[in-house]
């Protein structure tokens, strides 16, 4: 149930209690708690105010301190330092779609802002068309922040490769029927993230040391991962122009490859091949 202090209320509604014909309710809040259900989000320390009637409404936020919940979007509820937000939902044909005009976020991993609507089908998981971006954020949780409909074998994968570093300039793209997802080869919608990362410590594959100081454009479009790095470091032999690729995260057995240049002391090498699954 909400929970928290409302003030300048009003409620207005026709019919019987059991089946309403009609209603229309404001309200001013501070420290709102609300409990994520279906499309709408879930939240906790939020100040603002909401409009709403039987056909649609409109949610204004402007906290400190708050948590948020999209439980069609995010894995997991987001703690935050600040938020500021206009979502706007209306139920037409017994349908919903839900519009996030704006939503600014920050806290200690990220800082960033998400447009974008999600709008419930007749069937299956609905069909989203939204855009992220951030401008600064910590690679080890990036994680944490894709969608919860993102291939989990990618989420799985980035949670444990990065393992430091920044991002920045981050852009996430994901628009189409969610039935669809992940979207290989771009069929039936798209799902892409850019960011260029600094200073990432990258342990791209079980048992291969991992790689440090990298600077790179990382890409993920549909099930292909694509880092193209600028340089970096492992056991002293530093690394040119880099390319990691996957081309199928979603693949029980996922194939990595790489091509570059490393330069350094044989020993450095010699320490690589030894730290390496074919020592």
Do not use: C
């Amino acid at each position: 149930a909400p929970h928290g202090t409302l003030t300048h209320g009003r409620l207005r509604w026709e019919g019987p209690a059991d089946s309403l014909r009609s209603y229309a309710m404001a309200a001013e809040f501070a420290q709102l708690g609300l409990t994520a259900q279906d499309a709408f989000p879930g939240a906790s320390g939020l100040t603002g105010r909401f409009d709403a009637t039987q056909e649609g409404g409109e949610l204004r936020i402007a906290s400190a301190n708050a948590t948020l919940d999209l439980p069609r979007i995010l894995p997991a509820p987001v703690a935050l330092d600040t938020l500021d937000s206009l979502v706007q939902w209306e139920r037409r044909d017994g349908r919903t779609t839900v519009r996030l005009e704006r939503l600014a976020i920050a806290n200690a991993d990220v800082a960033g802002d998400v447009t974008g609507t999600y709008r419930t089908l007749a069937s299956g998981p609905g069909e989203i068309d939204m855009v992220a971006r951030a401008a600064r954020g910590d690679a080890r949780q990036i994680h944490r922040y894709l969608p919860r409909s993102i291939d989990p074998a990618t989420r799985d994968w980035l949670r444990a490769a990065l393992m430091g570093g920044a991002a920045a300039e981050t852009r996430f793209t994901l628009a189409g029927n969610l039935a669809e997802f992940p979207f290989p080869n771009g069929k039936g919608g798209k799902l892409v993230l850019d960011t260029k990362a600094k200073g990432v410590t990258l342990a791209y594959a079980d048992g291969w040391p991992p790689i440090d100081a990298i600077d790179a454009n990382v890409r993920i479009e549909g099930t292909r991962l694509t880092v193209d790095a600028a340089g970096g470091r492992v056991h002293g032999v530093d690394i040119g122009r880099t390319r990691v690729e996957i081309a199928d995260l979603a693949l029980e057995h996922p194939l990595l490859q790489i091509g570059g240049e490393a330069a350094g002391p044989l020993a450095g090498f010699l320490r690589y091949l030894n730290g390496s699954p074919m020592a």
